[in-house]
């Protein structure tokens, strides 16, 4: 079989937003050889696309054809074979003989409804073009041992879905653009004091894009204008603690005007390194509406005061629910 040339033109037909990765016409370690099925996988991060097309220690990319991001937006990514199921306890869903779908997912959040109806038309339109059934669609954790991905999906169900669709796919729906807004990209900009003993609402000075646009760069809080799932992902740099000191890191819910604190949507303990940094990652899923907001607070209950890095960030996305 030649190169898939075609799954930007199949991924088109389910009616999601679709992006071209530069190259992706001749990535794959070689052609591929056939289609014999489909293996769906969750990439057990987020805005993770660089590792499915790159690749990782040990593991040289493209690792599937295609990543399917949290909107519901299609990336092409190979046309070529794909590091994805390996060893596969299914002949129809080898590398060599079936196309990889890693849609973004850290493994626990909730699937957004959105994800998962582009997941299901894509998984059809794919069905269709190769002259699969259905059965051929097949979650890693059934095709490979010791695999969890996707996680929470009963497949059969999720088959029962694709069926459906390859028989009466209907007329696609255009997603609008706005009602998945992308990324808010946020930055704290400057180096900020977190007091011995008490604590930071991290002040954002750096603002790209907002939903709505209510939440003023140089301000604490992000804000939804509507019921939304708002998907986290950040990174805390902190340095001047004691090594072996603790503080804690949380995403806090407030009321809308900020004057009462409501819960710590996601709270950990860091402990120090030898220089008395803590640098982490931190993320989850949160709901919000339009009673709340959001914030990112530092804790900090040592007897040394601390600095929160500039390069602190936070990429924010959120969507209906």
């Not at 646009?213 to 509507?226: I, L, Q, R, T």
């Not at 004691?242 to 402990?271: C, M, N, Q």
Request: hydrophobic share 35%; charged share 20%.
């Amino acid at each position: 079989m030649p190169w898939l040339t075609q799954l930007a033109d199949v991924a088109r037909a389910t009616g999601f937003p679709v992006t071209e990765v530069g190259g992706w016409k001749t990535r794959g370690h070689g052609p591929q050889p056939s289609v014999e099925g489909v293996v769906c996988h969750h990439t057990a991060g987020s805005n993770d696309r660089h590792v499915v097309v790159n690749g990782r220690p040990g593991l040289e990319g493209p690792l599937s054809h295609i990543w399917l991001q949290h909107t519901g937006r299609i990336w092409v990514v190979a046309a070529g074979r794909c590091w994805h199921n390996a060893p596969s306890t299914s002949s129809h869903h080898m590398n060599s003989t079936s196309i990889g779908i890693e849609a973004e997912n850290d493994g626990r959040s909730p699937w957004p409804q959105v994800q998962l109806d582009a997941y299901y038309a894509l998984c059809a339109e794919l069905c269709r073009e190769f002259g699969l059934p259905a059965s051929r669609v097949a979650g890693h954790k059934e095709v490979n041992t010791g695999k969890v991905d996707p996680h929470s999906i009963n497949m059969n169900s999720f088959r029962s879905r694709v069926a459906a669709l390859i028989k009466n796919p209907g007329t696609p729906i255009e997603q609008q653009e706005d009602d998945v807004p992308e990324v808010i990209s946020l930055g704290a900009g400057d180096d900020q004091a977190v007091p011995a003993g008490g604590e930071l609402a991290v002040r954002w000075h750096t603002e790209y894009t907002d939903d709505p646009p209510g939440h003023n760069a140089d301000g604490v809080a992000v804000m939804a204008k509507a019921a939304r799932w708002c998907i986290v992902d950040g990174l805390v740099k902190v340095r001047g603690l004691k090594p072996g000191t603790e503080i804690d890191v949380a995403w806090s819910r407030y009321s809308r005007d900020g004057k009462e604190f409501e819960d710590d949507a996601w709270r950990l303990s860091f402990r120090a390194d030898a220089n008395g940094r803590v640098e982490s990652s931190v993320g989850g899923q949160f709901a919000l509406n339009t009673k709340n907001q959001l914030r990112l607070r530092i804790i900090n209950p040592t007897d040394a005061a601390a600095v929160v890095e500039k390069v602190t960030m936070a990429k924010i996305a959120m969507f209906s629910r």
